[in-house]
């Protein structure tokens, strides 16, 4: 009974894992859009051409996570990073230009320091 419990435990370590990588994309895009899209943040700084290019990778990435319900965590993992890499260069620009700190937000910094201490694993 014992053995069998740590079974389950084991796989159920693994769908939390794969839920809480879905989650933290999905938290990302919402985020982004918030942050484009709200004047209290960028939405008045941010150009036309910037806003499309974050629009349309914040979509695809939508899309992907309706087709890819069923994903693995490392399939989350990879669509998260490839999503920061257009939309973090923008944002940095944005934040640059307007004379406030580098960076996204809360999520970009954490995104970074959880790709530091994979490297150190």
Request: glycine share 6%; charged share 45%; aromatic share 4%.
């Amino acid at each position: 009974m014992v053995k069998e419990a740590e079974e389950f435990a084991e796989e159920d370590k693994k769908v939390k894992d794969r839920i809480d990588a879905r989650n933290q994309l999905e938290t990302y895009v919402y985020n982004m859009k918030n942050t484009i899209n709200d004047k209290d943040k960028l939405a008045d700084k941010i150009e036309s051409e910037e806003k499309e290019n974050i629009d349309a990778a914040l979509k695809e990435a939508l899309e992907w996570l309706d087709d890819n319900q069923s994903a693995e965590k490392e399939d989350f993992d990879e669509k998260l990073k490839e999503l920061e890499a257009v939309c973090n260069p923008i944002i940095s620009k944005v934040y640059q230009r307007s004379g406030g700190a580098p960076g996204g937000g809360g999520e970009d910094s954490g995104g970074d320091d959880d790709d530091d201490s994979h490297d150190e694993l």
